[in-house]
């Protein structure tokens, strides 16, 4: 009975762990001549599941910690034009930030509501520029990198 007690007491203890849910994150690249290259930071709860240059998917298991990816943005040329900053991408409090990669300066924001706001393009010099937008797809949004024209 002892022993079949302390076994029941350790799978009860197991089986939430075991039960910890493992949730997607997407962006996409819809700017041609650029590639989304390379994950340069990712903590251990989460993992690279597909990067083709054009979509990358990541999953992470959703527990209390806090979750971090970053990965950069290439020309065709293999130039760093930007660099993405995605903190706590599973949870309602998501931030995904286009940074500047001279100064890491931010340049657009997109949040878990959808909401994303645009601070400026990656190139000044020119009248458009590449952005961070949200577009639903399926049951969820999805974080795209886009060229605007303003």
Known sequence: MKKSLVGMLGLSLIA?????????FTIKNDVNGTKISTVS????????????????????????LPNNIQFTIEDNKGNNI???????PIYGSAVVELRDPKNEGVLSTCYASGKCVIG???DSKHSSG???????????????????EK
């Open 82 to 88: 930007g660099f993405i900053n995605a903190s706590n």
């Open 16 to 24: 939430p762990a075991a039960a910890i849910a493992e949730t997607s």
């Open 120 to 122: 400026g393009a990656i």
């Open 41 to 64: 930071e990712i903590t251990r709860d989460c993992a690279v599941k597909s990067n083709d240059g054009k979509t990358l998917k990541i999953t992470c298991d959703a527990n209390i």
């Open 130 to 148: 590449n952005y961070l937008v949200t577009h639903t797809e399926g049951d969820g949004n999805i974080i795209l990198i886009k060229n605007i």
